[in-house]
């Protein structure tokens, strides 16, 4: 009896979660390039939960992945303007990679050999405007603001007690990543689909 309960409910589960509306969208940066795809998941008629994907081709390149969670204030989650709030992660390279690693004068190491990359932690909240039209093409708007973590230092401690004034590079991996992935204006503009 327990099996064919649990069936049921998978099924209910299963079919109520078909029967709701998604969207797939993309759009791409052009002050800093990337390439940008969501899933949108509707519910309940004024709220959806969904993902983007992120992929940064210049300066600090990598990936981001982000959860959001909408409310749309006409009540439809197909169509209207809505509060977003989101939170996720992401993994970057530093501006100086191992490719870029050299000696300095006095035999010391610029860059840690621990990685290219590092991870940043962050989330953001906007607000946005989403068009379906009848034949199921999907326009979005969002406007907001975003915190992410800055990189970690990626040099090492002996370049830093040796050279204790030369703090350029962890001032331009910062500052490339305040101006790429981290720029704490978000804009995003995406197109797609809606099944």
């Given at each position: ?51 983007n994907l992120g992929l ?50 006095n035999g010391i190491s ?7 990359m590092f991870t940043t ?75």
């Amino acid at each position: 009896m327990k099996k064919i309960i649990t069936i049921l409910c998978a099924g209910m589960i299963i079919f109520s979660a078909s029967a709701q509306s998604n969207s797939v969208t993309a759009g791409f940066g052009l002050l800093n390039t990337k390439v940008r795809i969501q899933y949108e998941h509707g519910f309940a008629d004024m709220h959806s939960t969904g993902a983007n994907l992120g992929l940064y081709l210049q300066g600090q390149k990598g990936q981001r992945l982000e959860g959001f969670y909408r409310i749309y204030f006409g009540g439809d989650y197909e169509k209207g303007m809505f509060m977003q709030a989101s939170a996720g992660a992401g993994m970057f390279s530093y501006l100086f990679s191992s490719d870029d690693q050299f000696i300095d004068q006095n035999g010391i190491s610029l860059y840690k050999d621990d990685g290219e990359m590092f991870t940043t932690f962050g989330g953001s909240i906007g607000l946005g405007g989403k068009l379906t039209t009848r034949g199921g093409f999907v326009f979005e708007s969002t406007l907001g603001f975003q915190i992410w973590t800055p990189p970690p230092s990626n040099f090492n401690e002996d370049f830093v007690e040796a050279n204790p004034g030369y703090a350029f590079g962890d001032a331009a991996n910062i500052a490339l990543f305040y101006l790429g992935p981290g720029f704490p204006l978000m804009y995003q503009m995406k197109f797609g689909f809606n099944f």
